[in-house]
């Protein structure tokens, strides 16, 4: 739905006040099947108001720059190749998790492993990604907690939480390293996923030199002096951290700042015909409905979910412990007082989500800060509460950038 015109004016009006003018993208606008068009759009604002290379303008959306430090977290470099080795994000989509799985035949899939994610319960189609991971013939999964995920496993490994070992860590939303400092050990036999790295590089014979290349040695001094050898090419420590968060290197560069850009022309391409040759949309963005939305027409169910993260959890990460439990006791759908009111449905009461895919039973929320024609319901929530919100979704990729259109998903909703 393209906004009503005195909204856009009143838009343009606040962005004449504003100098320099930064605009901060949140992590749930993309996530449409148009996603990749509308930030494409929304970023022309900024060379259009003269809002690059300057101090204090630009575009924030996720400060990536601060997790290279963070080598712990990954065996391999945090940014992936721009041209792929052929095994990594080549004909397995996230989007398209479960089918995409499925449909690897020559030679078909036979092994999983799986760490630092959920996708039972967190990647789109629900459905096609349990019977992606049933059809395996061994899947291991590395986790501190037994997720709808780490149920499907042949093999669990317990990996250690996040008090278990010491890191080098960045944030999406400031530009300062920290310290992670490990407080407690492990318990029992959980190891460190660097640990399970190397045993397991062990078992394949792989040399210690090979090993060495990538992964600390075992123990809290070998963490250490890993972290320290990729901190010194910086001019830190670990000892500068352990005072206090460092601004990260880089930080305080103007990005743009000789108004230079990696395009063919080497300016700001509005009109972008790479666009256009590496990812099929149009060359100048402009509004397209997402797919299944009621903008697109010939929708059979007349609400939009939406399921975005919770300001208590990181997906489904943090919902297991007590204390989040009590401010976020279980799963709601939060609806508008309109729609409410259409369907003859009262606040707290139990009501059916439902469209082709699935269905889910949640207690209803009354929010005046939904839209009228649209509905959410958080993430992260799985089997244990009643099902996960992917059971709703089909597995779309965005128009840009390979990400999932969660929010291309219309539902109707029912007393239950």
């Known amino acids: 739905m393209r ?149 499907e496993a042949h093999l669990v490994l317990p990996s250690k939480s996040l008090f278990e070992q010491t890191d080098v860590i960045g944030a999406y939303w400031h530009a300062y390293l920290q310290i992670r400092q490990k407080v407690v050990e492990p318990p029992g036999e959980v190891r460190p996923e660097t640990e399970i790295y190397r045993a397991l590089g062990q078992r394949l014979g792989l040399r210690p030199e090979q090993l060495a290349e990538c992964l600390p040695e075992a123990g809290d001094a070998g963490v250490e002096a890993w972290l320290e050898a990729r901190l010194a090419p910086h001019g830190l420590s670990l000892g500068q951290l352990r005072e206090g968060p460092v601004l990260a290197p880089g930080a305080e560069e103007i990005a743009f700042a000789d108004l230079r850009f990696t395009t063919p022309s080497g300016k700001v391409e509005l009109l972008s015909e790479e666009a256009v040759t590496r990812w099929g949309v149009a060359a100048l963005p402009d509004f397209t409905p997402p797919v299944e939305s009621q903008a697109a027409g010939g929708g059979k169910h007349p609400l939009q979910l939406l399921t975005p993260n919770t300001k208590n959890s990181i997906h489904s990460q943090f919902l297991p412990l007590q204390v989040i439990r009590q401010l976020l006791p279980g799963p709601t759908l939060e609806m508008g007082p309109e729609d409410a009111h259409l369907r003859g449905l009262k606040e707290g009461e139990r009501v059916r989500v439902f469209n082709d895919r699935g269905s889910l039973e949640l207690p209803l929320r009354i929010s005046f800060g939904m839209r009228p024609g649209t509905v959410a319901a958080c993430n992260g929530f799985g089997a244990e509460d009643g099902g996960s919100v992917n059971l709703l979704s089909l597995g779309r990729e965005t128009d840009l950038g390979f990400g999932a259109g969660f929010h291309d998903n219309l539902v109707e909703v029912e007393r239950a």
């Open 3 to 151: 906004p009503p015109e005195a909204q856009l004016l009143e838009l343009a009006d606040l962005m004449g006040q504003v100098a320099p003018m930064s605009i901060c993208a949140g992590f749930g606008m993309q996530r449409y099947t148009n996603g990749g068009q509308t930030m494409r759009a929304i970023q022309a604002l900024l060379p259009l108001t003269g809002n690059l290379g300057k101090p204090g303008a630009g575009w924030v959306y996720a400060n990536l720059a601060t997790q290279i430090f963070g080598h712990l977290k990954d065996p391999l470099d945090f940014y992936p190749p721009e041209q792929p080795d052929g095994v990594v994000r080549v004909s397995v989509s996230t989007a398209r998790l479960g089918k995409d799985m499925l449909a690897q035949q020559d030679p078909p899939l036979r092994v999983g492993w799986i760490e630092r994610g959920n996708p039972a319960a967190q990647n789109p189609e629900t459905p096609s990604v349990l019977a992606a991971l049933r059809a395996l013939d061994f899947l291991v999964v590395v986790d501190e907690r037994l997720t709808d995920t780490a149920r």
